[in-house]
Nanobody, 123 residues
Framework: VQLQAFGGGLVQPGDSLRLSCAASRSPFSSNAVGWFRQAPGKVREFVAS????????IYADSVKGRFTISRANAENAVFLQMNSLKPEDTAVYYC?????????????????WGQGTQVTVSS
């Protein structure tokens, strides 16, 4: 499977963005998916993850209550709704899939990565 992330852009603090991650093949429903981000000069960090069936999710503390991960397996897509964006959310955002159905916050457990999409939060 190949992944493609899109939906980034330049927004102001407090705005919202919705990122999408599209998979190249079906079925996609057996893969857990995660979102990660990397800011300039920083290591890549976990953002959110969702199980293959969409029934369970986990979030980094820094985004909990502001971001929501969801998926539409019939469309081979995973989404990241980002609300109340802050300047510290500025980063390149990546989606990744793993061969297992359970979620994980560990980037090394993901074997397929999409290209990133830039999110910039600035006034």
């Amino acid at each position: 499977v190949q992944l493609q992330a899109f939906g980034g852009g330049l927004v102001q603090p407090g705005d919202s963005l919705r990122l999408s991650c599209a998979a190249s093949r079906s079925p996609f429903s057996s893969n857990a998916v995660g979102w990660f981000r990397q800011a300039p000069g920083k290591v890549r960090e976990f953002v959110a993850s969702i199980t293959a069936n969409g029934g369970n999710t986990i979030y980094a503390d820094s985004v909990k209550g502001r971001f929501t991960i969801s998926r539409a397996n019939a469309e081979n897509a995973v989404f990241l709704q980002m609300n109340s964006l802050k300047p510290e959310d500025t980063a390149v955002y990546y989606c990744a899939a793993r061969s297992r159905s359970d979620y994980s916050s560990r980037d090394y457990k993901y074997s397929v990565w999409g290209q990133g999409t830039q999110v910039t939060v600035s006034s």
